[in-house]
């Protein structure tokens, strides 16, 4: 069941109980934007239901209006103008606004003896048609090209666009003509039938123009050749507001006549709901929505070919205010605080102000503003807080207004809060909730019962409510989630108010117990010890969490350590320095205990460390352990010296034969290196030649610098050398 219908279904039964009081003032009808015709009366309705007497007083441009010859506020609030005209004629608002006409914002106010009540503002426009501001110009086009008219007009309301050919309307059944609303004629495939004048035609319920005429006509055909796709006019950036129809150009040209195609810059799909191609390419979103805008992209292909051309541009679309939470009237009793939440949406995001009996409400020592307006706290209630507080959302779209009265009641007027309150699970997807009858005397003054639900650990902004009568002492939620911790409580009311909340309770559908939890530890110092854990990441399903702790070796656990389903962290102290202990972590709901969890935590070494597993009992003392660290440090060093020498002896046919090794090597003397070809067989595959001396065994020394121990590494490596054969005779 969705919020929204929720809160309908409250309303109605708080009207039918008389929770919603008819002395609360609401309107039933609020005026809206509007465009008029000058000389003709203009009716802007304002009906609004409550207790009477209700005084209705209108205004324009913030200027309140007097019933005169010109003006009438009618019996059930609504504004009539018996001639709407652009300058003003006499009345007190005229002279204070000497430059105003019929044109402007209007908004009326409702007043009882509760307080005061202000509508949106709404735009009243006078329809005018301007002059042609753009013409449209002739222009010669190739036989089988395309032409392309333009003309432009402001009016409001907007003009509607039709084209005349020779002073005949032109026919629009034809596919080779494309007119678009905005002013524009293209033609294909333009053929000498085509030559003509063209003119375009605006009207709209102020007047009716004409623009200047264009010629069309034929120029010399140039032999068929291969023409590179042009994009003669592409889409332009456009703002609109939603609902309305957006028409994105795109007319290319070349030969062969490329193909016109359309995609979003961002990838996402264009969709087909509400889209239409008109003529041989142009865009035209119907019923356009916030998820419309975006960059879209008109590409141009060569048919057959990756050769193409693009233009682009940018849809932004606006929405008014929509309100997604409304403040709801409460009573309060003096000395208490009230809060009224008003979230609203739009594009673009709507600027919040409160209104106190019409009033800009500012902040002050009792009344706070917080999460950019949206909630309103009014603390240390006197009666004067007593009123009507409106939010009115506004933005370039548009507005609107949500209202609330707060009523200051005395606490002994209030019932008090229900007691016996208690929950019951019936089903993976159902909890029943029961609670105490009152006394007789506290049963008259309660005319109903409001239950309010929402899982463990949600905001109260998620929260559910439902109303039963007065007789009603236990109720069923349905439709919930299986497994899944519930706080509930509820309120008993009178026609003066709500009893404050009952004790909060929690419940848990039928289902499965919680999946275990992985936790953390971490050692604060030699005595204590923090644990913590993440949540999960929906709310609900843990109804709280217990934590045991044992000191190694005993068997005891000392615990539970009961802790909410909101916390994710708890620090033990005291504990006994140098010892090792055991952490046991469970998460439970109503249907049972989780797996529990379990971490070794040692004390021994005073450090601030994650203790991901359990703690290895290592018997080196510190002395042993710098004597470990020096001789790795030792290893290392002999390792890496080793890996190098191996990798340069890899290389001895080119490393020891070459000019200037002996500046690093140390040869014994009477040896000489002597240099080798590639094209050598291995040693292995020659034979000793006439009068060659043996191999011989040649011993190369590192020579480095005696390490920081005074010692100085020596390595020994043993390579064959065999010797030149000396020539014989």
């Known amino acids: 069941m969705s919020s929204c219908h929720v809160c309908?279904?409250?309303?109605?039964?708080?009207?039918?109980?008389?929770?919603?009081?008819?002395?609360?003032?609401?309107?039933?009808?609020?005026p809206s934007d509007v465009i008029a015709v000058r000389d003709r009366p203009l009716l802007l309705p304002c009906q609004v239901g409550g207790e009477s007497p209700i005084a209705i007083t209108w205004y324009r441009n913030g200027v309140a209006l007097s019933n005169d010859s010109h003006t009438t506020v009618l019996g059930n609030g609504s504004l009539r103008l018996e001639s709407v005209h652009r300058r003003p004629r006499g009345g007190a608002a005229a002279e204070a606004n000497a430059s105003d006409s019929s044109a402007g914002e209007y908004s009326?106010?409702?007043q009882n003896r509760y307080g005061l009540l202000v509508s949106r503002k709404a735009r009243v426009q006078i329809a005018t048609l301007s002059k042609f501001h753009m013409h449209p110009e002739s222009m010669s086009v190739e036989e089988g090209g395309v032409a392309r008219f333009q003309c432009f007009i402001q009016g409001v309301p907007e003009a509607t666009i039709t084209w005349e050919r020779n002073r005949t309307a032109l026919l629009t059944d034809n596919h080779r003509f494309t007119l678009l609303p905005t002013g524009i004629l293209q033609i294909t495939g333009v053929r000498r039938s085509d030559v003509g004048t063209y003119r375009c035609v605006a009207s709209n319920i102020a007047n009716t123009r004409y623009s200047q005429e264009a010629a069309l006509g034929i120029s010399v055909s140039a032999p068929k050749l291969y023409k590179e796709p042009v994009i003669l006019s592409g889409p332009q950036n456009l703002t609109i507001t939603v609902h309305q129809t957006a028409i994105l150009e795109c007319i290319a040209t070349g030969n062969p006549r490329p193909i016109v195609s359309w995609s979003r810059l961002d990838g996402r799909s264009i969709g087909v709901e509400g889209i239409q191609v008109l003529g041989t390419g142009n865009l035209m979103i119907s019923d356009v929505s916030v998820k419309h805008a975006g960059v879209y992209v008109c590409a141009a292909n060569r048919p057959g070919t990756r050769?193409?051309?693009?233009?682009?541009?940018?849809?932004?679309?606006?929405?008014?205010?929509?309100?997604?939470?409304?403040?709801?009237?409460?009573?309060?009793?003096?000395?208490?605080?009230?809060?009224?939440?008003?979230?609203?949406?739009?594009?673009?995001?709507?600027?919040?102000?409160?209104?106190?009996?019409?009033?800009?409400?500012?902040?002050?020592?009792?009344?706070?503003?917080?999460?950019?307006?949206?909630t309103l706290m009014i603390q240390h209630i006197t009666s004067a807080d007593e009123a009507i507080y409106q939010c009115i959302a506004e933005n370039s779209a548009g507005t609107n207004q949500a209202s609330a009265r707060l009523a200051v009641a005395l606490s002994k007027e209030l019932p008090s809060s229900p007691e016996g309150v208690r929950a019951t699970a019936l089903s993976t997807t159902s909890i029943q909730v029961s609670w105490l009858e009152p006394p007789m005397e506290v049963t008259e003054a309660i005319i109903g019962y409001v239950l309010h639900i929402r899982k463990a650990g949600e905001s109260d902004s998620r929260e559910l409510q439902e109303a039963v009568s007065k007789t009603t002492f236990q109720h069923v939620f349905t439709n919930l989630e299986p497994s899944t911790t519930y706080s509930i409580y509820l309120k008993a009311y009178s026609p003066l108010g709500a009893s404050q909340d009952s004790q909060p309770i929690l419940a848990t559908t039928l289902g499965s117990i919680p999946a275990a939890v992985s936790f953390f530890t971490k050692i604060l110092n030699a005595s204590a010890v923090h644990v913590f854990w993440e949540l999960p990441a929906r709310p609900g399903r843990i109804e709280g969490f217990k934590l045991y702790l044992r000191k190694l070796p005993s068997a005891h656990y000392e615990g539970p350590q009961l802790l909410p389903g909101t916390a994710n962290s708890f620090t033990y102290s005291n504990l006994e320095p140098s010892a090792m202990y055991e952490v046991k972590f469970q998460a439970f709901n109503g249907n049972g205990d989780g797996n529990s969890s379990v971490r070794f935590v040692s004390l021994k070494e005073n450090s601030e460390r994650l203790d991901a597993n359990p703690v290895c009992q290592c018997g080196q003392d510190g002395d042993s352990s710098l004597a470990g660290i020096v001789v790795g440090v030792h290893i290392g060093m002999a390792c890496i010296i080793f890996c190098v020498l191996f990798l340069m002896f890899g290389y001895r046919k080119s490393l020891?034969?070459?000019?200037?090794?002996?500046?690093?090597?140390?040869?014994p003397q009477g040896t000489e290196p002597v240099q080798t070809t590639a094209r050598e067989p291995p040693r292995s595959q020659r034979k000793p030649e006439s009068g060659a001396k043996p191999c011989e065994m040649v011993e190369l020394v590192a020579q480095s610098p005696p390490?920081?121990?005074?010692?100085?590494?020596?390595?020994?490596?043993?390579i064959e050398r065999c010797l030149p054969s000396q020539p014989s005779g």
């Open 8 to 30: 309908l279904v409250l309303g109605l039964f708080l009207q039918a109980w008389g929770l919603v009081r008819p002395s609360e003032l609401a309107f039933v009808l609020e």
């Open 108 to 110: 009326c106010t409702a």
């Open 307 to 374: 050769v193409r051309r693009t233009a682009q541009g940018i849809l932004m679309v606006q929405a008014p205010p929509e309100f997604v939470q409304w403040p709801q009237s409460v009573s309060k009793p003096p000395g208490s605080s009230a809060i009224f939440t008003c979230v609203a949406q739009g594009v673009p995001e709507p600027h919040l102000i409160w209104l106190k009996n019409g009033k800009v409400l500012a902040p002050g020592e009792n009344i706070k503003l917080t999460h950019n307006n949206s």
């Open 656 to 667: 020891f034969c070459k000019k200037g090794t002996q500046e690093s090597w140390t040869v």
């Open 707 to 718: 390490s920081a121990d005074g010692l100085t590494p020596h390595f020994e490596v043993t």
